[in-house]
């Protein structure tokens, strides 16, 4: 079985540009969450979604966006980049979202803002 | 708020040598506890999980944490440490009506021959 596909694993943009990250879940899984991985912050929470739907946000301006296609694939846009959001963007996968559910985590997206 | 404190941000061991690595949560319902490694330039692996079952719980790679209610703590210990286990461990914590993982700050491990 497949793991969860991030697509591109790397990207180099500069301020105020925006970017668009893919994340492709194990086949049969319906939530995908967001995370986002800095050596300040740590791993924060962006946001999940389940059957298309946003179920869950975390602490994070609006420029953060995603959304989740009927085959369960997601994206997550940043708008107007920072240089503060150069930062490890994980995907994660799991049937239902139930809580007893571990999250299966993709290799990420490395973003590097110039 | 859900938290988990990872004490130590670096461990160092040498190989052979037992591995313990310390988390302790704070929940006010009973919480969902997960260990997660995660070597360099890749994504976060599920080493083992606590969901309300056994308080022993045994992971992959010989790894086990034991929750225990009493000391809100869930260590993750291997008896004998081999180079391979040399990786970032974090710690992570959700409760019953949340969706979001609450992780640590991670703790680096280093193996020593």
């Known amino acids: 079985k497949a793991g969860v596909t991030q697509t591109p694993r790397y990207l180099i943009k500069t301020r105020g540009q925006q970017v668009t990250l893919s994340c492709s879940p194990i086949s049969g899984h319906r939530s995908v969450s967001w995370y986002q991985q800095t050596p300040g912050q740590g791993l924060q929470f962006l946001f999940e979604?389940?059957?298309?739907?946003?179920?869950n946000k975390g602490n994070f301006p609006g420029r953060f966006s995603g959304r989740q296609f009927s085959n369960s694939r997601s994206e997550m846009n940043v708008s107007t980049l920072e240089l503060g959001d150069s930062a490890l963007y994980l995907c994660a996968s799991r049937p239902t979202g139930e809580v007893n559910q571990p999250q299966h985590f993709g290799d990420g997206t490395r973003l590097s803002i110039l | 708020a859900q938290s988990v404190t990872q004490l130590g941000s670096h461990v160092s061991v040498s190989e052979g040598a037992l591995v313990l690595l310390r988390c302790n949560y704070s929940?006010?319902?009973?919480?969902?506890l997960f260990w997660y490694v995660q070597y360099p330039n890749q994504g976060l692996q599920l080493l083992l999980k606590y969901t309300s079952a056994a308080t022993l719980v045994k992971g992959i790679n010989g790894f086990e944490a034991e929750f225990k209610k009493s000391e809100t703590s869930f260590h993750l210990t291997k008896p004998s440490a081999h180079m391979s286990d040399a990786a970032e461990y974090f710690c992570a914590v959700t409760y019953s009506s949340g969706y979001a993982l609450n992780f640590g700050k991670g703790t680096s491990l280093l193996v020593t021959p």
């Open positions: 929940s006010s319902v009973p919480p969902y």
């Open positions: 979604y389940f059957s298309e739907t946003q179920r």
